[in-house]
């Protein structure tokens, strides 16, 4: 019904910048909050970054200042820009939104299958 597409990943030298997009395309009625997650091997799935259908934000404390996360409403996207790469940054970058399909639904949230974000000298 809904797919979250990522794209933008790559692998980039330390110090430099990738942006991340995601598209939410299907039976979308309405979606609230956007999001980027991170996996990288050996670890837990974390919180990189949030931001509501009314523009507010909010970020993990060891992105704070290099990632600045948006979106387009009328897009359905939702972006993450990424300057002054770690290779600590390095993981699968995964999006979310909380999607309502019909008027009568309730939020579900939906995920993106990952691009993967590789930070080497």
């Known amino acids: 019904q809904v797919q979250l597409v990522e794209s933008g990943g790559g692998l980039v030298q330390p110090g430099g910048s990738l942006r991340l997009s995601c598209a939410a395309s299907?039976?979308?009625?309405?979606?609230?909050?956007m999001a980027w997650h991170r996996q990288a091997p050996g670890k837990e799935r974390e919180l990189v970054a949030t931001?509501?259908?009314?523009?507010?934000?909010n970020y993990a404390d060891d992105v704070k200042g290099r990632f600045t996360v948006s979106r387009d409403n009328a897009e359905n996207s939702v972006y993450l820009q990424m300057n002054g790469l770690k290779p600590e940054d390095t993981a699968v970058y995964y999006c979310?939104?909380?999607?309502?399909?019909?008027?009568?639904?309730?939020?579900?949230?939906?995920w993106g299958q990952g691009t993967q974000v590789t930070v080497s000298s």
């Open positions: 979310s939104a909380g999607v309502r399909t019909g008027v009568q639904s309730y939020y579900f949230q939906y």
């Open positions: 299907g039976r979308i009625f309405s979606i609230n909050a």
């Open positions: 931001i509501t259908n009314d523009g507010y934000t």
